[in-house]
């Protein structure tokens, strides 16, 4: 997120910066973004062997809980109607596309999708711990973000 957000704004991306920004601000309660994760969980992976546990111990199953983010998830952007809104993780595109009842069809670049709903942004892109990512991914996404809010 600190890429786009730095590439939005047309700064320099440096290591020292980030981690300063991370440190700092990066999800703070007076900041002007949010962080939020659709499987809260720890999971070492997207595998679904760890979903044992929490199935067995807390009678919670994987759909059950996601359903719920997923109400969450509305419920948020209904109450606070953010500008734009960034999906991390092709993997769940169309949990994201259930999120905000609507397909993700449009794709500014390979493996960036986005759409708009009531002039709000609403983009998938790659997770940031996606193999093979490089920071220029990231500037993407943070360029489709400034020229739409331009």
Not at 9 to 22: A, E, S
Not at 34 to 56: D, G, R, T
Not at 74 to 96: E, M, Q, R, S, V
Not at 98 to 113: A, E, H, R, V
Request: net charge positive; glycine share 4%; proline share 2%.
């Amino acid at each position: 997120m600190t890429q786009i957000l730095f590439s939005m704004q047309g700064k320099n991306i440096n290591t020292n910066d980030i981690r300063y920004f991370q440190k700092e601000s990066l999800g703070r309660k007076n900041s002007d973004h949010c962080l939020l994760e659709l499987s809260a969980l720890p999971a070492k992976s997207l595998n679904k062997n760890h979903w044992k546990f929490y199935e067995n111990h807390l009678n919670l199953s994987k759909e059950k809980y996601l359903e719920k983010r997923i109400t969450c998830f509305k419920n948020l952007i209904k109450d606070y109607k953010p500008k734009t809104i960034i999906f991390y993780g092709i993997t769940y595109k169309d949990k994201w596309e259930s999120i905000i009842d609507k397909k993700l069809t449009d794709s500014y670049c390979k493996d960036i999708y986005y759409t708009t709903i009531d002039n709000k942004l609403c983009i998938v892109c790659k997770h940031p711990v996606a193999r093979g990512i490089s920071k220029d991914y990231f500037i993407k996404v943070g360029e489709l973000v400034k020229n739409h809010i331009l």
